[in-house]
Nanobody
Framework: QVRLVESGGGSVQAGGSLRLSCAAS????????MGWYRQAPGKLREMVAG???????NYADSVKGRFSISRDNAKRTVFLQMDGLKPEDTAVYYC??????????????WGQGTQVTVSS
């Protein structure tokens, strides 16, 4: 059974930082492309950041230079360091894992989501 469990969400003021974690089980973690998506009220879910098994990363333009994704294969955990947070970053953040090892994100397993709220 695949489980992706997020933690680290919360409420911060603009300019603050948060670090999200996602612990994975039931997948070949070291071979899985992992990522973070977010969904704000009334908006579509969008990809925020992704990291491949080879640790190549990509980011949405809106978060480049502020967010950083990383992974610890020994702990089967992926992280999202979020600095310089803005009110428009407010959303539910979801951890994702590609269903097929060594394939890109798209057909994903999903976590339950964690709320991030940034106040001005």
């Amino acid at each position: 059974q695949v489980r992706l469990v997020e933690s680290g969400g919360g409420s911060v003021q603009a300019g603050g930082s948060l670090r999200l974690s996602c612990a994975a089980s039931g997948i070949i973690f070291s071979g899985s492309t992992m990522g973070w998506y977010r969904q704000a009220p009334g908006k579509l879910r969008e990809m925020v950041a992704g990291i491949t098994s080879g640790r190549s990363t990509n980011y949405a333009d809106s978060v480049k230079g502020r967010f950083s994704i990383s992974r610890d294969n020994a702990k089967r955990t992926v992280f999202l360091q979020m600095d310089g947070l803005k009110p428009e970053d407010t959303a539910v953040y979801y951890c994702a894992a590609a269903r097929v090892a060594f394939r890109p994100l798209g057909d994903n397993y999903w976590g339950q989501g964690t709320q991030v709220t940034v106040s001005s």
